[in-house]
């Protein structure tokens, strides 16, 4: 090929193989110290939070000495107790809503011609790529025009006063916003692993006279539920994590805990905003290190080797 | 009900009718939240955008196409955020294409356990994440180091938009990983090998082979950390103290403080706009480079 290829002396072959060999490992460090660099770099941040939550110096900034105390002072802090109540209730009604809601529709469109089904594929990527905050502001805008034109109506029926029924912002709003995109999220898990199913075991199931629901049960349920796991999981993650939606459909008294970390971090870091954010992450990694434990089993009981949460996620 | 039980109800009149009624019932919820939580409300964005500004606030019908003038005049804030999403995205890529090539070839046995230790990140807070640079780049630490390196006791990193540059690629990186390290894992490893019989060096193998291979993924993955790059909000306002002007700023600020509905709704619409346009113009680019590259790995090889 090259000139240099050809003029290089035969007997200079060894001495090459050697140097190529040299390069290789020579190139297979330098990945090996990029790869250590980049995890470093990704788990830099959750190791500081970490460890300056036991920092005793009360700016966080700037390490002193050792104490667990900020723990207890943010477990008996009744504004963190109370956003977590709120965090926990509305993430959790969202996974409920949004796993069932997304399953659903993932075993509807399976029975639909090809135009309803891109009709919904459509609606479905245009909630995910939509930017958060404008789905926010459309959302906040159309809730407040909403609210402005029924509530005078709901108050002519209930008689008006101070006990009549009102619409307004809350975690009823906060949910309904966050199923939303969960919803289309679960939606394509469960469908990426619907068109990977063995649809073999289906027809089996019917041709020996099960019925359609048994089937589900007993055949398709079974093989979907890793998606289904992972969907819960990520809804429950994504809502109690998000600050954007949250912040703008958001009403009085429904704080939630992104809402009070962003408030507190903007006026400074304290050891008690780590404190708070250590056990969040003690929490979410235990859920997923949880989560996969349970795909794990399922696997060995199903005998699917897919049954790694990393492998649903990067699943495509 | 005894119908639905029976085996292949689809066969008869009735069970199709039922059969058409669970289809719609499975349908319901979602269908619901689609129109009530996304059509209408990005609708009313729609319609908003070609409305004028109530006296006090809001939005009052109308039609004009003022909005979309002001917003054109004041583009400041969208070229901001195009700025810096396009360089984040192309660092993540710079930072995540050799670390996903690592794992989808040399990362041997350890590979689950290096994916599962990318998944954890990706999955805890990233609020939580964000903040802590706040600690890490903060005058203590490594702002003050930077700084007593430079000589400069009033150097900064946080409020600047390197500071946001960082978060950014560091919020997203894994996003970029994952489709990466998937079309790469699938490669066919022998077809590196041919290359290499063949002669071709490492810089060629990696252009001519892994790079085209790699494509898909390359694209699915600068799609994914762009799309959130360029409207991201919270970074913006922790690591760059709300002190850049970017387009997530800018929204905030009309619809909330100004209650200039109307401009708001114009300038979310060219938002969406711009990233549709974007997508699809390097999708185009990347698609036509590959057919050219193609044709060249063909026409290369020898008769």
């Known amino acids: 090929m090259s000139a240099s290829g050809v003029a290089r002396p035969r007997a200079g072959r060894g001495r090459a193989l050697i140097a190529a060999e040299r390069m ?22 959750i190791v ?13 900034t700037i390490w002193t000495g050792f104490t667990t105390d900020w723990f207890g002072i943010a477990l008996n802090d009744a504004v963190v107790t109370k ?6 209730i509305i993430a959790f009604t969202n996974a409920i809503l949004a796993t069932t809601f997304g399953t659903m529709a993932a075993l509807g469109l399976q029975r639909v011609g090809k135009r309803t089904r891109q009709g919904y594929d459509v609606l479905t990527y245009i909630s995910i790529i939509v930017p958060e905050i404008v789905i926010a502001l459309a959302t906040l805008v159309f809730f407040a025009s909403t609210f402005d ?3 005078p109506v709901l108050a002519g029926l209930t008689g008006g006063g101070k006990g009549a029924f009102k619409l307004g912002f809350g975690q009823f709003t906060i949910i309904a916003a966050h199923v939303l995109f969960n919803t289309s999220l679960v939606l394509l898990l469960v469908r990426a692993r619907l068109s990977g199913m063995d649809r073999t075991l289906v027809e089996a199931s019917q041709d020996l006279f099960a019925t359609p629901w048994r089937t589900f049960r007993q055949i398709t349920f079974p093989q979907l539920l890793p998606a289904i796991v992972a969907g819960f999981l990520l809804s429950f993650t994504f809502s109690f994590d998000d600050y954007v939606i949250t912040s703008f459909v958001t ?48 696997g060995r009981r199903s005998g699917s080797r897919n049954g790694s949460m990393a492998n649903i996620v990067t699943e495509r | 009900m005894a119908t639905a039980l029976t085996p292949t ?47 006090n606030g809001g939005y009052t019908p109308a039609f004009t196409l003022d909005n979309y003038g002001q917003v054109m005049k004041g583009a400041d804030p969208f070229l901001e955020s195009l700025k810096l999403a396009t360089a984040g995205t192309f660092l993540t890529l710079l930072v995540a294409l050799p670390l996903a090539y690592f794992l989808a070839t040399r990362a041997g046995s350890r590979k689950g356990l290096f994916v599962l230790l990318l998944v954890i990140p990706f999955w805890t807070s990233f609020l939580i994440r ?69 002669g071709a060096g490492r810089w060629a193998t990696f252009r001519q082979i892994t790079l085209p291979i790699a ?59 711009t990233m549709l346009i974007t997508i699809s113009v390097y999708v185009w680019f990347v698609n036509r480079g590959r057919q050219a590259r193609g044709v060249g790995v063909l026409g290369a090889r020898p008769p």
């Open chain 1, 24 to 45: 290789n490992g020579f190139i297979d460090g330098l990945f090996r110290t990029q790869a250590a660099l980049v995890y470093a770099f990704l788990y830099l941040p």
């Open chain 1, 48 to 60: 500081v939070v970490v460890v300056f939550a036991f920092n005793a110096n009360r700016l966080a």
């Open chain 1, 83 to 88: 956003s977590l109540g709120n965090s926990a």
């Open chain 1, 149 to 151: 034109v029924v509530n």
């Open chain 1, 251 to 298: 009403g009085p008294g429904s704080t939630t805990l992104p809402i009070y970390i962003f408030g507190q971090v903007k006026r400074g870091v304290s050891p008690e905003t780590n404190a708070v954010a250590t056990m969040v992450l003690a929490f979410t990694v235990g859920m997923l290190l949880i989560g996969q434990a349970v795909l794990a089993w399922q």
């Open chain 2, 9 to 55: 109800p689809a066969r008869t009149g009735g069970g199709r009718a039922k059969s058409a009624l669970l289809t719609g019932a499975l349908l319901l919820p979602a269908s619901i939240w689609y129109l009530f939580l996304l059509v209408l409300p990005m609708g009313f964005v729609v319609a908003f955008s070609f409305g004028e500004k109530a006296r």
């Open chain 2, 130 to 198: 964000t903040y802590s640079w706040l600690i890490v780049l903060g005058r203590g630490n490594l702002g003050g180091f930077i700084g007593g390196l430079l000589g400069d006791p009033n150097f900064r990193l946080l409020g600047t938009p390197g500071a946001i540059l960082l978060g950014l690629v560091y919020g997203y990186l894994p996003l970029m990983i994952f489709p990466l390290y998937v079309t790469l894992e699938r490669m066919d490893r022998s077809l590196i090998e041919a290359s290499k019989d063949l």
């Open chain 2, 215 to 273: 494509l898909p993924g390359l694209v699915t993955g600068s799609i994914l950390v762009f799309i959130p790059m360029m409207g991201e909000y919270v970074i913006p306002q922790i690591l760059g103290y709300g002190r850049t002007f970017l387009i997530g700023n800018a929204l905030v600020l009309d619809f909330l403080e100004a209650r200039n509905w109307p401009l708001g709704s114009a300038k979310a619409v060219v938002l969406i706009a």
